[in-house]
């Protein structure tokens, strides 16, 4: 259920689809969560999904959270833009393999 309830101009409930552990957040997922985090200074999981899809989460709360949030620009870029450590290491072999790649060519 997708529903976002109004009172003079600001939001004061979302009710979204639950998030399901191992998959990148909705765009619903993502306002609902941003509200939560403005609200309460806590997120409503303290995992947060990868952005890349490979399912793997990494936990954050607290001061490493709002470190996190500050160094992104905003929960919303954090939300959107976070790669785990994993995805960041896999970009960078295969960037890695396009230089040689090209190199040897």
């Known amino acids: 259920m997708n529903q976002l ?10 009710t ?3 998030y399901v552990a191992g998959q990148k957040l909705s765009a619903e997922q993502v306002e609902a969560w941003a509200i939560k985090y403005e609200t309460t200074g ?3 999981s303290p995992k947060i999904p990868c952005s890349s899809g490979n399912g793997v989460e990494t936990t954050m709360f607290g001061d490493n959270l709002h470190k996190r949030v500050a160094k ?31 190199t040897t060519k």
């Open 42 to 44: 806590k997120l409503p």
């Open 16 to 18: 979204v689809e639950p």
């Open 72 to 102: 992104f620009g905003g929960i919303r870029n954090l939300l959107l833009n976070f790669k785990s450590r994993g995805a960041r290491q896999t970009e960078k072999v295969k960037e890695l393999l396009a230089k040689i790649a090209s």
């Open 5 to 14: 309830e109004y009172n003079n101009n600001s939001i004061v409930t979302a």
